[in-house]
């Protein structure tokens, strides 16, 4: 049963960094894309980040553009999400979660996705 997992969430103060892992069992990681997605209290779950199966593309939400980037290594089945400058607003639940069909890449619908993990809490103190 396919699976993923989050970790590297905690509490920094604004301006500070955080660097999420997502740790795939999967048989055919090297074929999904993936994405970061987080949700905060009262708010919808947004797709924040997506990396397509070989790395070669990236997409972000505007308003992590430049601070976030998103990466895997596909030999450790694992996918990072690098949180520079953290902002209170970016205080949320972070999730991963697979794109296995690569479908609207740039849309990060959370329907085109499945394989969802626990999540990471990331909590930005101002």
């Known amino acids: 049963q396919a699976r993923v997992a989050e970790s590297g969430g905690g509490s920094v103060q604004a301006g500070g960094s955080l660097r999420l892992t997502c740790v795939a069992s999967v048989r055919h990681y090297q074929s999904d894309c993936m994405s970061w997605f987080r949700q905060a209290p009262g708010k919808e779950r947004e797709g924040i980040a997506t990396?397509?199966?070989?790395?070669?593309?990236?997409y972000y939400t505007a308003s992590v553009t430049g601070r976030f980037t998103i990466s895997r290594d596909n030999a450790k089945k694992e996918a990072y999400l690098q949180m520079n400058n953290l902002q209170p607003e970016d205080t949320a639940m972070y999730y991963c979660a697979r794109n296995p069909w690569c479908t609207n890449l740039r849309r990060m619908r959370p329907t085109d996705h499945e394989t969802w993990g626990q999540g990471t809490q990331v909590t930005v103190a101002s």
């Open positions: 990396i397509s199966a070989s790395g070669s593309g990236q």
